[in-house]
């Protein structure tokens, strides 16, 4: 299933259905709903380390912005089965992503790199930090000693995650980024230009006014409504955990490439 090379438009099109990375995705549209209202409802789990106040108390307004921006059904009568994420819309939102890297790129900017998904999206995260760096870019270090309530606070491949009983952690939390910008700040070093990250780790930095990029599942509206209010900059629509990590090969090329960094 891997395609060689960087692919087109049509072609990354193609593979991200196949691979179900869009298009029908394995997210039932139950669980979709059931966390468009758990956000309305003012659960901060859901808010992804935004402060979204009473801005989005009425889960339709939430509906409408997710079928906008992801693709998903916009019939509120449509309550179960499939659900659905525009492979267009994916693609778009990967073509803005690579123009804020290519920003980076040629301004030589801090750039810090974090997953609350280490076990679909490191790698993502990796080769672009990996692609930036050869840039010129520096790689945000995080400092030392850094922890949350669910665990510690580490870096691998250049990527900050969550480290919990020898394991990388899955979280939606934005206290591990709320950690690394304190850290940072306590030691007098720079804050980022730039963060590339998802879950609350995106919506954390763009919370704090740090620029914001990012992926995000479509049963995590909360990125889709700060890019709407222009809290985060970018975010793509994507299953954020599928098969194999491999899949998502296709899509880091065309984004590195549409960067200027392949």
């Known amino acids: 299933?891997?395609?060689?090379?960087?692919?087109?438009?049509?072609?990354?099109v193609d593979h991200l259905v196949r691979t179900r990375i869009?298009?029908?995705?394995?997210?039932?549209?139950?669980?979709?709903?059931?966390?468009?209202?758990?956000?309305?409802?003012?659960?901060?789990d859901f808010w992804l380390g935004l402060e979204l106040g009473d801005r989005w108390t009425d889960e339709q307004d939430v509906?409408?912005?997710?079928a906008e921006r992801v693709g998903v059904n916009d019939d509120p009568e449509y309550r179960y089965g499939q659900d659905t994420i525009d492979p267009e819309l994916t693609v778009d939102a990967l073509?803005?992503?690579a123009a804020r890297l290519r920003k980076a790129a040629e301004g030589g900017q801090r750039v810090l790199f974090a997953t609350g998904h280490p076990g679909g999206l490191l790698d993502v995260h990796r080769a672009t930090a990996a692609a930036l760096r050869a840039a010129g870019c520096e790689i945000v270090v995080i400092p030392d000693g850094l922890r949350t309530d669910e665990g510690y606070v580490m870096q691998f491949a250049d990527v900050a995650v969550l480290e919990h009983g020898a394991t990388l952690?899955?979280?939606h939390s934005g206290e591990p980024m709320r950690a690394i910008l304190t850290g940072l700040e306590r030691a007098g070093r720079p804050l980022p230009d730039l963060v590339v990250a998802d879950h609350g780790w995106a919506g954390y930095a763009g919370q704090h006014g740090v620029d914001s990029v990012g992926y995000?599942?479509?049963?995590?509206?909360?990125?889709?409504l700060a890019e709407a209010e222009g809290t985060v900059q970018v975010v793509v629509p994507l299953d954020d955990h599928v098969v194999s990590p491999r899949y998502y090969d296709p899509m880091t090329a065309y984004l590195l490439a549409g960067a200027g960094l392949a």
């Open 1 to 12: 299933m891997p395609i060689s090379g960087t692919p087109s438009r049509a072609q990354l």
């Open 22 to 44: 869009a298009g029908d995705v394995a997210t039932p549209r139950e669980n979709n709903l059931s966390h468009y209202r758990q956000l309305a409802n003012g659960v901060r």
């Open 63 to 66: 509906l409408a912005v997710m």
């Open 95 to 97: 073509d803005r992503m």
């Open 169 to 171: 952690w899955h979280t």
């Open 216 to 224: 995000a599942d479509c049963n995590d509206p909360a990125l889709f």
